[in-house]
């Protein structure tokens, strides 16, 4: 098995960097050094070049890598073939998951829990960020997995439906707003706070208003905050609209703090999507993850 030199070495070297590969392997630049180090002093030769801040792979360092990945292949090949033999061998398995906002915090938490308890050999990391985020740290290697909202797809991705979801429009119960239904020429006079750019939500809501003929940009968007949570507790005690998934504003919304606003004719609904690097759909344990996850949901 690839030993935790090696594995220190292999993130380094995919990042490019001992700053990044301490924040995915939840340990301290000085600790990987050291690992670095050792290497280096066990294959008496160099492994990187170091320029001030930037490095890179010497040609013995390029050498290793492109043999580690062979071997971590060949390792990953023996724990997805050798339970099918010995059903009480259960590798540990790392693996790295991105999720939107509204996943993360009203979705996967309780899914989550019950997947660990029931595959307790699994270490599972999730990270918080906004779809356009998620699909760069997927690209860049920094996720294993992730699962984002309306936003466009690219070549060297594939997108696997997981879920379904309404967005709508929402005001402080104190707001006037809540007393009548709206017309899409509405929004027009009605101040907006709205998700930041990058939101899958927004991309929704934007796309979904260009269907009735109504451009964002010419709309009186007051306020942009960066995260749901943010967005609810802003408006909460504003007289701004704000458009949010209903799964993040089911407690406000049973409580009355927020009150559904009614727009007629304009309906906003988000597909959920895992997302992984071509090529790797058929890694066993992104495919029985993908598995579980839609049994529970579907």
Known sequence: MISHKHVVFLEVARQLSFTKASQ?????QSAISKQIKALEEHYKTGLFERYGNSISLTPAGKLLYQKLEAVQLIQNELHQELPLISK???????????????????????????????????????KNRNSENILKAL???????????GIRKISQVT????????????????????????????????PLALRESGSGTLAVLEEALVQRGVKLSQLPVRVRLGGTEALKNFVRVDTCMAFLPRQAVLHELDSGELVEVKIK??????????????????????????QFMTRQYS
């Open 265 to 290: 004719d304009l309906q906003v609904k988000r597909t959920f999507s895992f997302i992984q690097r071509k090529g790797t759909e058929n890694n066993a344990p992104y495919k029985h993850f993908l």
């Open 88 to 126: 009480d061998f259960q590798p540990n398995t790392t693996l790295v998951l991105g999720a939107s906002t509204t996943v993360s915090l009203y979705i996967l938490p309780p899914v989550l829990s019950e997947y660990l308890t029931r595959y307790p050999q699994v270490n599972l990391t999730l």
């Open 159 to 190: 997108y696997t439906p997981f879920l379904t979801d309404d967005v709508i429009a929402v005001c402080s119960h104190r707001n006037p707003l809540q007393k009548h239904e709206l017309e899409v020429s509405d929004l027009y006079q009605i």
């Open 139 to 149: 690209l860049d290697h920094d996720i294993d997995l992730g699962i984002i909202e």
């Open 24 to 28: 995915i392997l939840y340990i301290s």
